[in-house]
């Protein structure tokens, strides 16, 4: 609690802090991550890369760009860990992306190698930290971060399902000329080439696919969300 003077008043205020958001890894997906957490003021982002200048370079272009946006976060870009003290979530997004022709899987050993290590340094100074997982293959890298935290499964959690659902349903949207607004999609299983659309639980405006679109036409749109991100028309990168 603290005090501010005004006049003869005294105001009690309670300050809370922002929550404080590390982002590992300062890529594509990592600079994306901390665009968006400060233009919706989730909180102050603390952005780290092994590249030198990166980091760095990315935090002062996104603080800069506050006032235009008008968010106030604070950013700090960083080669090491002691920034991240204190945590309330840490996104991990540092490993290698795909290359043309590769499935996720190929990138197992050395991200496992690279996720392993980050985690290490996190948690030593996060202690109650809520983990993110974006580093791929994802399903392989949440279960090697949990364990190698030591944190209750309920705070490590991995993003792609929610990546996987909508790019669903923009396949699906594009087909039918629709807004995406008006499609909800399932997908379960993991994030790689085993993932499991559900077109009945699939919608439009609450009508199932299955009842809009023709058996093959479906098979397609199933088949592409289930590679997305391997063809260039699906991402510019090619990494997911
Ligand atoms: N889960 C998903 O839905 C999803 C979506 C997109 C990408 N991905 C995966 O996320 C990862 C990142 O993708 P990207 O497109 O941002 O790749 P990128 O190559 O643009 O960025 C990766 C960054 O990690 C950094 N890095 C490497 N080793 C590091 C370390 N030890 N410590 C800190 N930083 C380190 C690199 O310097 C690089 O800047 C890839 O594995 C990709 O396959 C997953």
Request: glycine share 10%; hydrophobic share 45%; no cysteine.
């Amino acid at each position: 609690m603290a005090a501010l003077q005004v006049g003869k008043a005294e105001i009690l205020t309670e300050l809370r802090p922002r929550p404080k958001i590390s982002v590992i890894g300062a890529g594509n997906v990592g600079a994306s991550v901390a665009q968006y957490v400060v233009e919706k003021e989730l909180g102050d982002v603390v952005l780290v890369d092994v590249v030198e200048g990166i980091p760095q370079g990315k935090a002062l272009d996104l603080a800069q760009a506050g006032p235009v946006h008008g968010y106030d976060s604070n950013l700090i870009g960083s080669n090491g860990y002691d920034e991240t003290a204190d945590s309330d979530i840490v996104v991990i997004t540092a490993g290698l992306a795909r290359k043309p022709g590769m499935t996720r899987d190929d990138l197992l050993f050395k991200n496992a190698e690279i996720v392993g290590s980050v985690v290490e340094q996190v948690v030593k100074r996060s202690r109650n930290a809520i983990l993110i997982l974006v580093t791929n293959p994802l399903d392989a890298m949440v279960q090697l971060a949990w364990k190698k935290s030591g944190f209750p499964s309920e705070r490590v959690i991995g993003m792609a399902g929610v990546l996987d659902s909508a790019r669903f349903r923009t396949f699906i949207a594009r087909e039918l000329d629709v807004s995406v607004e008006n499609v909800t999609a399932f997908v379960l299983g993991g994030h790689g080439d085993s993932m499991v659309p559900l077109p009945r639980y699939s919608t439009v405006a609450g009508i199932p696919i299955t009842d809009l679109l023709p058996a093959d036409k479906i098979q397609s749109l199933v088949t592409r969300t289930a590679n997305g991100g391997t063809a260039p028309r699906d991402s510019t990168w090619g990494s997911r």
